[in-house]
């Protein structure tokens, strides 16, 4: 098959990401409709091309050796009203428009979630949470591309297998399904969620929405979470590790290893933030290794001081989990999902 015209060659992924970082694609393209989307998947088969697709690159790290297959962008954006509070929204739609959309119309459910980079498409992958809502609460159905049936599909909120940064689409359905569009199902004139500690300090009575989303804009942006395109400190993929959920044998154990370690009950299990042990085990804000660094205003996110590649963002990677791991024999997972 003839490559189509709309399929570059040798495009620079790192633009792309809000790292900055990793090699060119060997293919690439912007998808701007489900025509464009077969074609393209029709050249990637006939190829052999291992495929990627390019959200909003908030939580994306690329090989400096780039990408050998074809990289694809899905663009299409729109939010459509399908009854009152219940819409669907294309995966190309910015995150944060959506939610601020939400709010204007005072539909409640994810307003915690402002100020979160990215794309509407990725949100449901990594089932996005912040300040005490995750995506999966108003996720009703996602509308899909279905690599194996060669078919659009739509997924029931069940058969996403949402938990914890979690889904079908990055474990056992990995690769399998290019995501569409976003059905989600907000709560008309509902009521603001503030229990979220860094929240509740703020508020003594119940906020509204507006109020609730300037607040946690407030919050991330002075932990250097929304990002501002002339400040380095802010270019991070948000929270670099996931925060570990340990067993109540696994709590007891680090317990043995340091007092008044902070923790959430979740489940029969403890959630510990990542954040506080990297700074116990000798890594503060602002820690620097070369052109990669902490940021200095959120221990969880690494940034590109500039010019950095990728392979200093993995080194520094491994040395964090190495000294925590040695510190307080837990090993950090990373959040990101690497590509190359
Ligand atoms: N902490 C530190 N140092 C820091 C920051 C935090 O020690 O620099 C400790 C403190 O004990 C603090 C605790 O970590 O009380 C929790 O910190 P924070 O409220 O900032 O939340 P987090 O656990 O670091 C998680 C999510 C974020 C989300 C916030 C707010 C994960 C991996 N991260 O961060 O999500 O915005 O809670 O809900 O679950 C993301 O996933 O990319 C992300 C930014």
């Not at 409640?108 to 449901?124: D, F, K, R, Y």
């Not at 474990?171 to 399998?176: D, F, G, K, Q």
């Not at 002339?230 to 590790?241: E, I, L, N, P, Q």
């Given at each position: 098959m003839k490559k189509p015209n709309f399929i570059q060659e040798n495009v620079s992924l790192a633009p792309l990401t809000i790292l900055r970082l990793g090699g060119a694609a060997r293919f690439y393209a912007d998808i701007a409709d489900e025509s464009a989307l077969l074609e393209a998947l029709a050249f990637a088969q006939t190829q052999s091309l291992a495929l990627l697709i390019l959200g909003g690159g908030s939580n994306l790290v690329i090989a400096?050796?780039?990408?050998?297959g074809l990289a694809l962008r899905i663009k299409p954006r729109g939010i459509h009203q399908q009854s009152d509070a219940v819409v669907t929204v294309a995966a190309g739609e910015p995150w944060d428009e959506f939610v601020a959309h939400c709010v204007a119309h005072n539909w409640?459910?994810?307003?915690?979630?402002?100020?979160?980079?990215?794309?509407?498409?990725?949100?449901?992958i990594q089932n996005v949470g912040a300040y005490g809502q995750e995506v999966s609460a108003t996720i009703q159905t996602v509308r899909a591309y279905d690599r194996v049936a060669q078919r659009f599909v739509h997924l029931s909120h069940a058969e996403c297998g949402f938990a914890y940064r979690q889904s079908i689409f990055n474990?056992?359905?990995?690769?399998?399904y290019i995501v569409w569009s976003v059905t989600f199902g907000l709560r008309v004139n509902g009521t603001a969620t503030w229990h979220y500690p860094d929240l509740q300090k703020r508020f003594t009575t119940q906020p509204s929405l507006h109020e609730v989303r300037a607040a946690v804009l407030d919050i991330r942006r002075r932990k250097g979470m929304v990002i501002d395109e002339?400040?380095?400190?802010?270019?991070?993929?948000?929270?670099?590790?996931k925060n570990p959920s340990l067993s109540v044998d696994e709590f007891a154990a680090l317990n043995e290893r340091a007092a008044n370690i902070p923790h959430y009950p979740n489940a029969n299990q403890f959630k510990v933030p990542a954040a506080w042990l990297i700074e116990q085990a000798g890594?503060?804000?602002?820690?620097?290794a070369g052109r990669v660094a902490i940021s200095t205003k959120h221990s969880l996110a690494l940034v590109n001081?500039?010019?950095?590649?990728t392979a200093e963002l993995i080194a520094l990677m491994r040395q964090i989990q190495d000294g925590v791991e040695k510190r307080f024999g837990v090993r950090l997972q990373p959040e990101p999902i690497f590509v190359g």
């Open positions: 400096d050796t780039g990408f050998a409640a459910g994810i307003e915690t979630l402002s100020g979160i980079p990215g794309l509407v498409g990725g949100t449901p474990t056992t359905a990995r690769e399998r002339a400040d380095s400190d802010t270019r991070s993929a948000g929270s670099f590790f890594f503060p804000k602002g820690f620097t001081r500039g010019g950095a590649t």
